[in-house]
């Protein structure tokens, strides 16, 4: 297993080609063949899993130096979180491209692109050094680009472009960040960082930086600061965060389902990984000291977010600003878990509830956001294209399995206990509570509008009198069925038994908790 | 026992499980399963009750519990746990009895709706969370089963989902116990914030228990409030949104578009009364300043919904606000310390009640989906059975004095108000309600029952709804005779299914109230572990006394004025318009629309709701985005100087340079034009012209 994760980042990148090189009329093997290659992925990131060893801070760990000169180093290895992320992945990729069967246009293609962004995300979630994970994070933005590109609705170029150059302006300020850091400290590995901004040393360095640089005293003090920004951007908009988002509604709404499912199941949680992996550990103190602005903007993505979910007319849009209220509660979960404590136990645990509490909404949200998509793409296809919240009404009537499952997605987004969302949202409140009372309690807003449209959704589409246009709109075949089976199970599997995950992360979770500055 | 008391929760769970894979058809193995699990369920509960009887010890209530870890966070875990103790057994056998028999009623009642078997799976999901709720031992897995009873009970109001009423009534009442239920999440929270624990009992380290309770009590919050007290409240919030208490009482009345079984299961016997197990269980966290506040809020509930209930003309409705009223008590009483007098009612409340309803739903059988009680009467001759079950129910329900059990809890609540040393406000707001709760059942009852039969025409005046219930699907199969003699079909009794179930509960109805008397509080000793014997003379102090005879004299009076008002007004065909309406117009049409409570809310809280949405997607569209469409403006601003800057400037100047280069370049290269006699004159000038110069000029070097 020394090669694993290498391994499992090739791979997909093997199948896209391979599905690429395929004659183009071949449409039906390269589905399969690209389907084959991510379910192969879906193997080995399992096997992964089961070969995980929570307690080892990181598992699979490979370093070669790479670029002596820059002290460069190839290095990746997961903990629970990122062996979280990765499993998240391989199971929603092969969801995502069964949902896109259908897909007639260069099959071959769009199946490439999935793959090419697969690689690309295994390849975030797994770089423990910035340098290769910055180019995997922009590798997975290229594909996104095509897939909203070529396969998207009618404003689909407005929305691809908006997507494409908003991603580039917060990677190109996150770049710029990282290299002053690099000038600053000489590395890129993220280990490294960390431990240098727990000492203390980070912030001198950067201070130094500002001074080698001739910057003036008063605007010297600013750079850590400025270093920050910079990062914080590049993450907040991938999240997104409101008011970074304006993005979002049109690229999930004009990207085809199958691309919307990868867009809010995986590709929103490299923005919350990387606040994680990377603004959490080296940069506590710009964090604590900028904490209420950034607590104040996770309550206003929860609260404005759902607001404007009840304004939507469009499913899709629905369920993308339901996505951003949902994400909200991670990053709200992150920054109470900056908040500065004293040393007790107590904190501890509570940051530890609130930070396992945000993985567990990660995968959650990966789960159920997909699947509300997946179902908000057969009603769009069996409606020929039309996916209105008032187009519908009664299709519980005459579709009672698609009305159920759908149903359960929808409970388990808006946090029924039992099913998995839940136990994320109850975790990540329990800690925020104890370490924020204030952005906690004005958050639980967000949990009672989001109740509110998305009831409305369920009775607007399937309650009420049977729309006589839609007599026909068939039930779940069984090849649907099968396809949304295994998420029914993890829906509920996670909600009843959420130690089965929570068991992987928790020491990781203590792990990043003690190595939180105070 | 203990170990086993997860039985009951699961038996139906496991029940819920199969009907839901099972395919659809299958009627009668789901009616079986469902009954079956419900019935073996009850068995269990027996059992435990039974147990909890014998290790009734001297020194306070025997309590066994039993926890485990759920999950672990940090260097903690979540844990879990049931608990046994006599507020458990009892609520464990009420539900589980009263479910058997519901679900045996509901096997006729629903006979001919075409989603029978998913109507039995959504009843044993129901009971499944239900009775979780009640074992349970921890404030989080009550809370976990409070939010499934809530989507049980969203799922069977909104069980005719192709009506729209219906889906609107569903998602109003899980938006509205919504509401309460975040208050309850927010009170959880903190409690686990402060306490470190959800467990009730956990070997003094639980939340309930001495160590933990002293802790919140002496820190305080904002405005000097001890902490006991604001968690008391919010967690008293999750108590007044699930028990329909004042303010968020309104979904429960619209609650009545679920079928009827559910109206009696759900929201009048089980799920509405789990607010007041709630404040039952939390009991010792309470502190007198929250339980004043939960009084008052109790009292002002009872008179409020009473005094709605005397309007309304659907006889399910005034059944559901008097649910509300009845909660209210139950409240009221455990605000004024009367703890078991609230239990004991909800005991009660919970038989009589769910008789009423489903003698309620057999007349609603019986008259083809009729529940406008103006166009019933005289259905005593019809429905013999129902008759005498329902007239049961209702003096329970009224409070007749001795022989009914409603008599008995209502009177310990008045008598626990009574000595109450805060107010007498909810001791006399519970004397009107006793009143008016005998007023309206006795309208109703006389309405329905008496009088003829009214069913034929149309009724006299249409009421301000309209025709609930029209459009049933369960009519379907039975619309077929009914409908072709329709006008002339007159009411007939229902099936033994339905019928037998009233019977059992109507004993239930009469003899529950024996095991709560002053004389032999058995009931008292019991859920407090205190020990009472039987002594005749406690039925005659004189607090006691006086307290029964003004409950009585205020019964008396409520079914004295009731019957003279209505009891002859079905006689004849037509009906007269309403005796109260007649006296006082205004006052009665604020009645009957439950003094617009709802259109205030639509008004207000719900428009400012749809504000906000508007004004966040507002937000969206103008300033967010506008701020992004202005830095887009900037930057394609910017490309524009640029290119300024690039064309005129830099460009064009260059191209200057470049041309004047090229003239002079040319001038240059046309010098050079190889022919050598011109470079022979030019040289042959120059030549002369230095010779010249320096002839001319040689004084100047």
Known sequence: MSMALTLLTLLPLLGALAVASLPAGRKELARRLGLGFSLAAMGLAMLLWNQFDAAASFNFVEQYSWIPSWNLKYHVGVDGLGMLMVVLTALVIPFSLVSSWHIEDQPKVYFALVLGLEAGLFGVFTALNFFHWFIFWELSLIPAYFLIKLWGGTLRTPAAMQFFIYTMVGSVAMLLAFQALYLATGTFDFATLARLAKSGQLSQSMAALAQNHGWKNGLGQWMPTLIFGGVFLGLAVKVPLIPFHTWLPAAYAEAPAGTSMILTGVLSKMGVYGFLRLLLPVFPHEMQALLPWLLGLAVLTIVASAGAAMAQKDLKRVVAYSSINHLGYCLLGIFAAAQATDARPLWADEKAAALNGVILQMFNHGISASALFCFVGLIERRAGGRRGLEDFGGLRQIAPVFAGLMGITVFSSLGLPGLNGFIGEFLIFKGAFSLVSWAAVLSVAGLLLTAIFLLTLLQKVFNGPLNERWSGFPDLSLGERVMLAPVIAIIFIVGIYPQCILGAINSSVMQMVSNLAR | ?701
Not at chain 2, 7 to 26: T, W, Y
Not at chain 2, 111 to 116: H, I, M, R
Not at chain 2, 266 to 271: G, N
Not at chain 2, 625 to 638: D, F, K, N, Y
Request: charged residues 10%; aromatic residues 12%; contains cysteine.
């Open chain 2, 1 to 701: 026992m203990v170990g086993l008391l997860w039985l009951i929760p699961f038996l139906p769970l496991l029940a819920a499980g199969v009907i839901a894979v099972c395919k659809r058809p299958r009627r009668r193995l789901a009616a079986g399963l469902a009954i079956g699990a419900m019935g073996l369920s009850c068995l269990v509960a027996l059992a435990a009750f039974v147990a909890s009887l014998q290790g009734h010890a001297a020194a306070g209530p025997a309590r066994e519990y039993l926890n485990f870890s759920w999950f672990e966070i940090g260097s903690t875990s979540v844990k879990l746990g049931w608990v046994l103790d006599p507020l458990t057994a009892l609520m464990a056998v009420m539900v589980t009895f009263v479910g058997s028999l519901i679900f045996i009623y509901s096997a006729g009642y629903m006979a001919s709706d075409e989603n029978f078997t998913r109507f039995f799976g959504f009843l044993s999901l129901f009971a499944a969370a239900m009775l979780g709720l009640v074992i349970a031992n921890s404030l989080l897995l009550l809370f976990i089963c409070w939010e499934l009873v809530g989507l049980t009970s969203y799922l069977l109001i909104g069980f005719w989902f192709h009506k729209p009423s219906a889906a609107a009534a569903a998602k109003k009442a899980f938006i509205t116990t919504r509401v309460g239920d975040l208050c309850f999440f927010v009170g959880m929270l903190w409690l686990y914030s402060q306490s470190g624990t959800l467990l009730f009992y956990d070997h003094g380290a639980g939340c309930l228990e001495k160590s933990a309770l002293e802790k919140l009590a002496v820190q305080t919050t904002f405005e000097g409030l001890a902490l006991s007290t604001v968690i008391g409240l919010l967690l008293f919030g999750g108590a007044v949104g699930k028990s329909g208490q004042v303010p968020l009482h309104v979904w429960l009345p619209d609650a009545m578009e679920g079928p009827t079984p559910v109206s009696a299961l759900i929201h009048a016997a089980t799920m509405v009364a789990a607010g007041v197990f709630l404040m039952a269980r939390v009991y010792p966290i309470l502190t007198p300043d929250a339980l004043t506040v939960i009084a008052w809020v109790g009292a002002i509930t009872a008179v409020f919904a009473a005094l709605i209930a005397v309007a309304q003309t659907d006889i399910k409705r005034i059944l559901a606000y008097s649910t509300v009223s009845q909660l209210g008590y139950m409240m009221m009483a455990l605000g004024v310390g009367g703890y078991v007098a609230g239990v004991f009612h909800l005991i009660t409340h919970a038989f009589f009640k769910a008789l009423l309803f489903m003698g309620a739903g057999s007349v609603i059988h019986g008259c083809h989906e009729e529940q406008d009680i103006r166009r019933m009467g005289g259905l005593r001759q019809y429905l013999p059975a129902t008759f005498l079950t329902y007239a049961i129910g209702m003096m329970a329900l009224a409070g007749v004095p001795v022989f009914f059990s409603g008599f008995w809890s209502k009177d310990e609540i008045l008598h626990a108000a009574s000595i109450w040393p805060v107010s007498h406000g909810p001791f006399l707001l519970g004397l009107v309600g006793a009143f008016l709760t005998a007023f309206y059942m006795t309208r109703q009852v006389a309405l329905v029952f008496w009088g003829k039969y009214r069913g034929h025409q149309p009724a006299a005046h249409a009421g301000p709804e309209p025709e609930p219930g029209s459009a049933h699907p369960r009519k379907k199969k039975s619309a077929a005779g009914h409908k072709a003699a329709h006008g002339h079909a007159l009411p007939h009794e229902s099936p033994p299914a339905m019928v037998w179930p009233l019977k059992i509960l109507a004993a239930g109805a009469i003899l529950l109230g024996f095991l709560g008397t002053p004389a032999w509080p058995w009931f008292h000793s019991y859920l407090t572990g205190h020990h009472l014997s039987l002594e005749l003379g406690r039925l005659f102090e004189s607090g006691t006394l006086g307290v029964m005879l003004l409950s009585t004299l205020a019964v008396a009076a409520g079914i004295g004025s009731g019957w003279k008002l209505y009891g002859r007004a079905g006689q004849t065909r037509e009906l007269p318009p309403d005796a109260l309406e007649t006296f006082q117009p205004q006052v009665f049409a604020v009645l009957r629309d439950k003094f617009r409570v709802d259109e205030i809310y639509q008004a207000t809280v719900i428009r400012a709701v749809a504000w906000g949405g508007e004004f966040c997607h507002w937000l969206d569209q103008f300033v967010w985005q506008g701020c992004v469409r202005i830095l887009a403006q900037l930057t394609l601003g910017l490309a524009w100087i640029n290119r300024a800057i690039d064309e005129l400037l830099v460009n064009r100047g260059f191209d200057r340079v470049c041309r004047r280069i090229q003239d002079s370049g040319g001038r240059v290269a046309s010098l050079q034009d190889g022919q050598v006699q011109h470079y022979l004159r030019v040289i042959g000038v120059a030549l002369a012209m230095l010779v010249l110069l320096l002839a001319w000029g040689g004084g100047l070097w």
